[in-house]
C-alpha cells in the first residue's frame, strides 16, 4: 500500500522511500540531513538510487543540491538519518572511500588537464604501466587502445585521442569523463549540472550518454535546475527546496508541466496568486492553482 507524507511547502511525496531491505537500491538516504554548526542546509531527506535508472534531483540556488552531492561522494559527513550503499550503513570520511563503494562524480568544472591529450586525461591518476620495477614506463599504446575502445563503448567517436581537451567541446569533455568514470568501475555516477554551461545541442550530446550509462546498468544522479533535460532522460524525480525534499514521484507519476511548477516555485506563486492578479501587467492565467500542487504526484486530483 502506498502512503502518503506532506513535504514542506504542501506538495505531498509520491512513493516515499521503501526501508524494507533487499529491493535492489545501491545507494539510499534516508531522512538524511547536513548541520553546519547552527546552519541546517538538508533536513529529512529520503532517496533511492537503484541500478539502470536515472534519479534527477532539481532545485534551485540553495536548495540543498551541493550538499547532497558533498554527502553522497564522501566530501561531507551527513549529520541525521541514515546513508545506506547496498543496504548496509556507512558513513564516508573521504571521497576515496565512496569511489570504493563504485560511486563516482563527474562535477560541472570536470577534473582535466586542457592542454594533455584525450587519452591522458582518461587514464589521469590511473595510468596504466609496463616494465619492470623500479624502471616502470608509462604504456601508452594500451592507454590510446583502452580510451578508444572504452570512448566507442559508449558511442564516442574521436578522431584524434592525441588532440588537447581543452579543445573538445563542452558536451564532449562531459561526455570523455562518463565514460571514464564507467570504464573505472563506478555503480553509481552522480553528474553535477553537465548541462547548465552548454548549448541544446550539446545539452542533447550529454543527455543521449545519460542514457547510454543507464543502459550499462549504472545508477544516475542527475543534478540540474532544467525541468525539460530532467524529463527526457529520468525515471524518478525529486524536487529539493530550501534544503527539504519538496516532491518524489516516478515518471509514471508526473507530467512535465506538473514537474516544471514545482521547479519553478509554483506552490508560492499559486498561493500569491490572488494578490498577483491585481498587480497591472502580471498573467496569472497560467500559474497552477494552489490545489493542483498539493495533491499526489500520483494522479489524485488530475483533471
Known sequence: MTTEETGTHGAILADPPDTAAGDGAIVELRNAGKSYGNIRALHGVSLKVHPSQVTCVLGDNGAGKSTLIKIISGLHQHTEGEFLVDNAPVHFTTPREALDKGIATVYQDLAVVPLMPVWRNFFLGSEMTKGPWPVRRLDIERMKKTADEELRNMGIVLDDLEQPIGTLSGGQRQCVAIARAV???????????????????????????????????????FITHNPHHAYMVGDHFSVLRLGTMELSASREQITLEELTNHMAGGAELAALKHELSQVRGVDTEALPEEGDLTVAAGGEGKS
Open 183 to 221: 570504464y573505472f568501475g563506478a555503480r553509481v555516477l552522480i553528474l553535477d549540472e553537465p548541462t547548465a554551461a552548454l548549448g541544446v545541442k550539446q545539452s542533447g550530446v550529454v543527455l543521449k550518454y545519460v542514457a547510454a550509462a543507464r543502459d550499462r546498468g549504472l545508477g544516475v544522479i
